[in-house]
Antibody
Framework: EVQLVESGGGLIQPGGSLRLSCAASGFTVSSEYMNWVRQAPGKGLEWVSVIFSDGDAYYADSVRGRFSISRDNSRDTVYLQMNNLRAEDTAVYYC??????????????WGQGTLVTVSS | EIVMTQSPATLSVSPGERATLSCRASQSITTALAWYQQKPGQAPRLLIYDAITRATGIPARFSGSGSGTEFTLTISSLQSEDFAVYYCQQSNNWPGTFGQGTRVEIK
């Protein structure tokens, strides 16, 4: 069974850094497209970043240069390093896996989310 | 960046009735379109991908159609568990942008 469990969220001051983790089970993260998607309180979904099976990554314009996605294949864990955090980064952050190993871009498996609050 | 526009923002439907949700892309995305359902306090759930393919375990009352820039999600006979917010998302180009959502509420 595919499972994704996020951790690492919390309250952080503007300008601070945080690293989110997504522990996967039931599959190998290195074989799949893995995404981070966020949702600000009361708002819609915003795609944040993806790491492809070949290790390349892509970022939304709103986080490029501040966020970095990576993975540890030995731990089947994906990370989102978030630097220079802003109030507008406050959101629930979801880890999500592509529905297909061929990377269709649709996210078929989701974690429960972890809340990041950026506030002084 | 491709902009996805959903309509209506809110749809009021009685149980057992049909619901039709629309999603428009700012440029052609062929059939690279997914639909998600989200209930309060829960993660989104994939319903449809590649515009027409139901994800595993999704009931047949959910169907998707469209290509290019115009897409539709149809729920043939609304059940109580279908009242939720629905999002479309394009996956033709990165970033995989979402629409702003359509809330389906009980009439």
């Amino acid at each position: 069974e595919v499972q994704l469990v996020e951790s690492g969220g919390g309250l952080i001051q503007p300008g601070g850094s945080l690293r989110l983790s997504c522990a996967a089970s039931g599959f190998t993260v290195s074989s799949e497209y893995m995404n981070w998607v966020r949702q600000a309180p009361g708002k819609g979904l915003e795609w944040v970043s993806v790491i492809f099976s070949d290790g390349d990554a892509y970022y939304a314009d709103s986080v490029r240069g501040r966020f970095s996605i990576s993975r540890d294949n030995s731990r089947d864990t994906v990370y989102l390093q978030m630097n220079n955090l802003r109030a507008e980064d406050t959101a629930v952050y979801y880890c999500a896996r592509d529905v297909s190993p061929y990377g269709l871009g649709a996210m078929g498996y989701w974690g429960q989310g972890t809340l990041v609050t950026v506030s002084s | 960046e491709i902009v996805m526009t959903q309509s209506p923002a809110t749809l009021s439907v009685s149980p057992g009735e049909r619901a039709t949700l629309s999603c428009r892309a700012s440029q052609s995305i062929t059939t690279a379109l997914a639909w998600y359902q989200q209930k309060p306090g829960q993660a989104p759930r994939l319903l449809i991908y590649d515009a027409i393919t139901r994800a595993t375990g999704i009931p047949a009352r959910f169907s998707g159609s469209g290509s290019g820039t115009e897409f539709t999600l149809t729920i043939s006979s609304l059940q109580s568990e279908d009242f939720a917010v629905y999002y479309c998302q394009q996956s033709n180009n990165w970033p995989g942008t979402f629409g702003q959502g359509t809330r389906v509420e009980i009439k």
